[in-house]
């Protein structure tokens, strides 16, 4: 088994985007994922979406009651299955409400298995 820890506890941009990228052998690859977000308005669903290869592959999401608090985002975990090579990463805003900025953070995990 191969781990890549990818991100970890890392802060996004104002942009509100981390991009990156991971060298697979080729197979089943498990992505773990975390992070948090904020909306300016109040009784909102937030979240961030998990972007490989220009895909949306999950999206981790939670409501927040009150306006501008940053709110834990409740983690996912997704298997796919990746040619070998390199492969690009996002996290991006899941929704337009959805703020992400420089006091947000997010840790994203990298499994490669060496079975099929």
């Not at 998990?50 to 834990?72: I, Q």
């Amino acid at each position: 088994m191969i781990i890549t820890n990818v991100w970890n506890a890392t802060s996004a941009s104002n942009a509100g985007a981390l991009t990156g990228s991971v060298i697979t052998n080729g197979g089943n690859v498990q992505f773990q994922f975390a992070g948090s977000a904020w909306s300016a308005s109040a009784g909102q669903i937030i979240g961030a979406n998990l972007v490989v290869d220009g895909s949306n592959v999950g999206t981790a999401r939670v409501l927040t009651n009150e306006p501008s608090s940053h709110k834990a985002l409740v983690p996912i975990s997704t298997i796919l299955r990746l040619a070998a090579g390199t492969h690009s990463i996002a996290i991006q805003a899941a929704t337009p409400l959805t703020k992400i900025d420089q006091n947000d953070f997010f840790t994203l995990v990298v499994t490669e298995f060496s079975f099929t």
